[in-house]
């Protein structure tokens, strides 16, 4: 039987949506969020998978949610951690408290979570997938929070994949603004999102079906010659100019 995907942050947005796609193709996947009830509804409208009620800054809660998707067999194929933050403030206005909470729920949640699953997925042979953004390498006003923690990320990223080769492949992907419950408190003015989009060589903000499809492709034997990768779906922000 193929072992399941664990999906933190799977009852909404991108998580959701990759979810969507794996069990589209067969993939069994348990579902990890902190909400109960969306993370059940998110469960339900896939027909009812497994699922985990979990905090990720409880590193009890993440060890004991891996147990539970890794089952009797203690096998997973992958891990998916679409858990983030968007922290948007000038550097004169950020606390060391927005800094570690930050750092905390992107980059040392994401590390504890592979550090718990390890085993199963080295049993499986597994693959994980982490999220970073366009701003970790590219300098964005207003960012110095997120970018320095999904900087790290990127960093955990490549560092993770030497640890766990060649048994458990890391890769990461880096995607641009996205229409999620995420990104609603910037993309709900529509003046402001045409502005951004704009500012993209393909001209229009991301969809969560669009980030699905990388880390999908990143989970699968597709991408089995891949690991340490920070593969970038932003529309082309971060590495393409266009005239005017």
Not at 37 to 50: N, S
Not at 208 to 226: E, I, K, T
Request: aromatic residues 4%; hydrophobic residues 50%.
């Amino acid at each position: 039987m193929t072992a399941s995907i664990l999906i933190f942050g799977g009852s909404g947005g991108v998580g959701q949506a990759l979810a969507k796609r794996l069990r589209a193709d067969g993939t069994p996947v348990h579902l990890a969020a902190r909400d109960r009830d969306r993370l059940a509804a998110a469960a339900a409208g896939l027909g009812g998978v497994p699922y985990s009620a979990c905090d990720v800054l409880d590193a009890a809660a993440i060890a004991a949610t891996v147990s539970d998707a890794a089952g009797a067999e203690g096998r997973l194929g992958g891990l998916a951690f679409c858990v983030g933050s968007i922290v948007l403030k000038p550097l004169k206005r950020a606390t060391a408290a927005d800094f570690l909470a930050a750092f905390h729920l992107n980059a040392v949640a994401a590390a504890l979570a592979v550090q718990a699953a390890e085993p199963a997925l080295r049993a499986a042979n597994g693959s994980v997938v982490l999220f970073s953004t366009v701003a970790a390498g590219s300098g964005f006003p207003n960012h110095v929070v997120i970018a320095a923690a999904k900087g790290a990320v990127e960093a955990l990223t490549r560092s993770l994949a030497a640890d766990l080769a060649p048994n458990v492949r890391v890769n990461c992907v880096a995607p641009s603004l996205l229409q999620t419950p995420l990104a609603q408190a910037i993309t709900a003015n529509e003046t402001m999102a045409k502005s951004i989009a704009a500012m993209h060589p393909l001209p229009r903000l991301g969809e969560a079906d669009d980030v699905a499809a990388a880390a999908a492709f990143l989970l699968s034997p597709d991408s089995s010659w891949m690991t340490g990768q920070v593969i970038a779906v932003d529309g082309g922000r971060s590495t393409v100019r266009t005239r005017g």
